[in-house]
C-alpha cells in the first residue's frame, strides 16, 4: 500500500536551518504533486510548497517564499523541503501529502495520501 514517510524534523533556534524529507513507497509518484502542509497548535493546516514530479514545477506559500525550498528525486521516490531563515512562527507538524486530482495544489482536500507528519520547532 502506499506510504508516506517523513523525517528529519527537529529544534532549531530562529534564524537556523532544517530540511525534512518524504520518502514515498507503494508505487511511482512522477505522476504525482507533492506537497507540504503544516498544523500549528490551535491552527488549521496549511499549505507550504508543492511540487510536480515530472517537471519539478513548484509553489510556494507567501509565508515561506524565498526562504523554503522545495525538491524531488524521483529515482528515490523522496521529496525535501529545504527551510532557512526560519521563525518561531514557523513552528508546527509538517505532512507530506500526495495527489493526482487535477485542482489547486494548495487544497488539502485534493490529496489522497499523507504521511504521519514530523515536528518542527523553532525557539527565538
Known amino acids: 500500500q502506499v506510504q508516506l514517510v517523513e523525517s528529519g524534523g527537529g529544534l532549531v533556534q530562529a534564524g537556523g536551518s532544517l530540511s525534512v524529507s518524504c520518502a514515498a513507497s507503494?508505487?511511482?509518484?512522477?505522476?504525482?504533486?507533492m506537497g507540504w502542509f503544516r498544523q500549528a497548535p490551535g491552527k488549521e493546516r496549511e499549505f507550504v510548497a508543492a511540487?510536480?514530479?515530472?517537471?519539478?514545477?513548484?509553489d510556494y506559500a507567501e509565508s515561506v517564499k524565498g526562504r523554503f525550498t522545495m525538491s524531488g528525486d524521483n529515482a528515490k521516490n523522496t521529496v525535501f523541503l529545504q527551510m532557512n531563515s526560519l521563525k518561531p512562527e514557523d513552528t508546527a507538524v509538517y505532512y507530506c501529502?500526495?495527489?493526482?486530482?487535477?485542482?489547486?495544489?494548495?487544497?488539502?482536500?485534493?490529496?489522497?495520501?499523507w504521511g504521519q507528519g514530523t515536528q518542527v520547532t523553532v525557539s527565538s
Open positions: 501529502a500526495a495527489r493526482q486530482r487535477v485542482g489547486s495544489w494548495r487544497n488539502d482536500q485534493g490529496y489522497d495520501y
Open positions: 511540487i510536480r514530479l515530472r517537471d519539478a514545477n513548484t
Open positions: 507503494g508505487r511511482t509518484f512522477v505522476s504525482y504533486v
